[in-house]
């Protein structure tokens, strides 16, 4: 066979093969997401995954924002 053959031959199965693969990502992406998550937590993999959220206190307390300091010159913003 020739070298240009094998190689026509390689692009035409990717064009027909390409939307398949498209439709499927799009179809069951989500899911596979979802599960992809829940099996890293379970493999011990969660925190790097999936970061976890803030602490109760640092969610509940606003930030606390410094006092200039006697003698600073007043800052713009």
């Known amino acids: 066979m020739p070298i240009w053959l094998q190689y026509g031959l ?32 379970l493999l011990g993999f969660g925190e790097v ?7 109760l206190i640092e969610a509940g307390s606003p930030e606390e924002k410094e006092s200039p300091t006697p003698g600073d010159p007043p800052t713009v913003g």
């Open 10 to 41: 390689a692009i035409v199965l990717l064009v027909l093969v390409a939307p398949g693969l498209i439709w499927i990502a799009k179809r069951y992406g989500g899911a596979f997401r979802g599960n992809l998550a829940l099996g890293a937590i």
């Open 49 to 55: 995954v999936d970061p976890p959220s803030k602490h």
